[in-house]
């Protein structure tokens, strides 16, 4: 069975770190990783992707200079560390699997079940 798993979420106070992990169990993780948040009541966005290479990493602006997206082929993850956190940076954190790194969701084949970053005073 193909499937990617996060852990690491939790809560936080403004300007804490988090390191968020995204495991694939049963494939090699040989694909552009994203990971997407949604918060309530909005639309879940592209917070960052790394290519299958490593060649190209991309971030939205809110989290440049905080957020970096390590990979470790080795060990089939993909972790997401999360600094300067911000109240604005609370949601449910997906990780996703697709063969480029694309803005739209739909471009994804495969999605982790999600885990909850709190960011709260």
């Known amino acids: 069975q193909l499937q990617l798993v996060e852990s690491g979420g939790g809560s936080v106070q403004p300007g804490g770190s988090l390191r968020l992990s995204c495991a694939a169990s049963g494939f090699t993780l040989d694909y552009a990783i994203g990971w997407f948040r949604q918060a309530p009541g909005k639309e879940r966005e592209g917070v960052s992707c790394?290519?299958?290479?490593?060649?190209?990493?991309y971030y939205i602006n809110s989290v440049k200079g905080r957020f970096t997206i390590p990979r470790d082929n080795a060990k089939n993850t993909v972790d997401l560390q999360m600094n300067s956190l911000k109240p604005e940076d609370t949601g449910v954190y997906y990780c996703?699997?697709?063969?480029?790194?694309?803005?739209?969701?739909?471009?994804?084949?495969?999605w982790g079940q999600g885990t909850q970053v709190t960011v709260s005073s």
């Open positions: 996703a699997a697709a063969p480029l790194c694309h803005p739209r969701r739909d471009d994804y084949y495969y």
């Open positions: 790394i290519s299958s290479s490593e060649g190209s990493i």
